[in-house]
């Protein structure tokens, strides 16, 4: 930055200001070759990046780097922001800008607020925490838009450092644009895994998700922690629990809107992937309680899945017992009952009398007439469930125990306490 150098004086830094100032996107790749390129840089953090770089250069001033670049009037500086981007400061530097890059192919000049460049890092680890909350809370709000980056997508840092669930919440609070940043080769990975056959829906979002728990997640400082516990409990009704809430309705959201658009360009083939992608998005709308628009997809999957696969292949009868499911889940018992028994005597025909997904349909069956005050019925499906589940997977197993369960609360609502 020798430029920076013919800069005589700079404004004080001054704490009632914040700094909504951004630089376009793709000086990030001029700031890398200033830095001594992509090779110099490699394995090097963005905390890294920070202290060998940034503030070697705004050391002589004091100021943050975009206070540099304004006075050197150079093009990239904008004085207001388009996007907020959220992210882990432990993530490579050089790997954290290709995904932004990816993210905003189509818009390569988007001003982005960067903390890096747009926060005084001399003084940011004196700013006390209500400091960086009105910063952070003031710039979502008038930004309106925030990009979080997020690698890799099983096991995301972002959604385990306490100061990135906070932004999350802001966003939403603020009722801001929010969106997803995982690069090419991450995205590509997710949606793999959503159009998987190995994992359900809710176990690749759960996978992606279960790291979510503001009060186990991390901060460089602990006081932060503690401040924005005692904030989200102050000031959020519902506390720690509705903030994890809030932030996991929020990436359901998003995962949502992944699965749509990813549908949607693919709609009118039937390959594997295809027909896993409907089923696994039909899943999400159920497990969120949207049954209208899951119902006409499991439709659609069932039927897809029988004209490609037979009336008795796994993954047909996978689609047969979804549809049964979300009957069940609606109340609709009329209609889930005879899926429930066509499911039951084809996996039965296909996998045998003791396969685990002939014992699932058994159990689910049992279920229906449960729910329905059945318990003549009920009883005996319970009953052959449990006892060829023990054989087949021993009296420990978890699917064991849960068929135990199953049974005892039967029998607890007939009031038929001794057997229960």
């Known amino acids: 930055m020798g430029a920076a150098e013919s800069i005589t004086h700079l404004p004080q830094f001054d704490r009632n200001i914040m700094p909504k100032h951004g630089v376009k996107l793709s000086f990030f790749n001029k700031f890398i070759d200033e830095c001594g390129g992509r090779g110099a840089l490699e394995g090097m953090t963005t905390t890294d990046v920070c202290n060998n770089f940034v503030k070697k250069w705004t050391e002589k001033h004091q100021c943050s780097f975009n206070d540099l670049l304004r006075e050197m009037k150079h093009d990239a500086y904008h004085a207001q922001s388009d996007v907020f981007i959220s992210h882990a400061w432990k993530y490579e ?37 209500n400091w960086w909350a009105t910063t952070f809370r003031t710039a979502i709000k008038e930004f309106g838009y925030t990009v979080m980056v997020l690698m890799p997508w ?50 690749v979002v759960n996978k992606m998700l279960t790291k979510i728990d503001v009060k186990r997640s991390e901060a460089f400082k602990p006081e932060d922690k503690k401040m924005i516990h005692e904030t989200v409990e102050r000031d959020v009704r519902g506390g720690l629990m509705k903030l994890n809430a809030v932030v996991l309705s929020l990436m359901r959201d998003w995962v949502l809107d992944v699965a749509e658009k990813e549908l949607k360009k693919r709609r009118d083939n039937s390959h594997s992937e295809t027909l896993n992608l409907i089923a696994n998005l039909a899943d999400l709308y159920k497990h969120q309680g949207m049954y209208d628009k899951a119902e006409p997809l499991y439709v659609e999957c069932l039927e897809k899945r029988k004209a490609v696969l037979g009336d008795s292949h796994p993954d047909t009868l996978c689609s047969l017992n979804g549809l049964a499911v979300l009957y069940h889940s609606q109340g609709k018992y009329d209609k889930a009952e ?8 084809k996996y039965k025909a296909v996998l045998g009398d003791s396969h685990p997904s002939t014992l699932s349909s058994l159990n689910n069956l049992a ?39 199953n049974l005892a609360v039967l029998y607890d609502n007939q009031g038929k306490y001794d057997k229960a």
């Open 93 to 129: 530097f050089v790997k954290l800008v290709d995904i932004l890059k990816h993210h905003f192919v189509d818009r390569p000049n988007v001003v982005v607020w960067f903390d890096l460049f747009s926060n005084n890092q001399h003084q940011a680890a004196a700013l006390d925490y």
């Open 154 to 203: 099983d096991d995301p840092i972002p959604l385990q450092r306490a100061w990135c669930l906070f932004e999350l919440y802001c966003t939403h609070d603020t009722k801001c644009r929010f969106e997803v940043a995982m690069g090419e080769e991450g995205f590509n990975a997710f949606v793999d895994a959503l159009d998987g056959s190995k994992s359900s829906s809710e176990e």
């Open 338 to 345: 005879p899926l429930y028994v066509e499911c039951l005597e």
């Open 367 to 405: 279920g229906l007439y449960d729910s329905q005050g059945k318990y003549d019925k009920a009883e005996p499906l319970y009953v052959e469930c449990l006892e060829k589940t023990k054989a087949v997977l021993g009296d420990s197993h978890p699917n064991t125990l849960g068929s135990l369960n």
